[in-house]
């Protein structure tokens, strides 16, 4: 299964890019085949192609993410990993609603 299209995703990979990869400790790999960002090597985010997962969200986040996005947990293959939630966007101006909690999960694991 292919998560993420560079074709499709660059846009928005640029975006989210401009806006983390100054913070401290950040470095981008690949997983999943997608771009993924680790704080200090733990993952907080990574792409998909229409949209971010984030890996640290508290119960509430999700719930009012819900109601502005459509919103998943992310599956590896036939594994639903519920923590990591899948954040679609319909246009990359979407991203600056999502920062916060990405840097939340940032903070998140940075503290773990």
């Known amino acids: 299964m292919e998560y993420y299209s560079e074709d499709k995703g660059r846009e928005l990979r640029e975006a989210f ?4 990869l100054h913070w401290p400790m950040v470095t981008v790999r690949r997983m999943y085949g997608c771009p993924a960002y680790l704080a200090d090597g733990k993952l ?4 998909v192609t229409d949209g971010v997962v984030i890996t640290q969200m508290r119960k509430r986040d999700r719930e009012i993410t ?4 459509t919103t998943a947990p992310f599956k590896a293959g036939e594994r639903e990993i519920a923590r ?5 966007l319909e246009d990359v101006k979407q991203l600056n609603r999502l920062m916060k909690l990405v840097k939340n999960s940032y903070e998140t694991v940075l503290q773990n």
């Open 17 to 20: 890019e401009e806006r983390t």
């Open 44 to 47: 907080f985010a990574f792409l």
């Open 66 to 69: 819900a109601s502005a996005f």
């Open 84 to 88: 990591w939630v899948i954040i679609t």
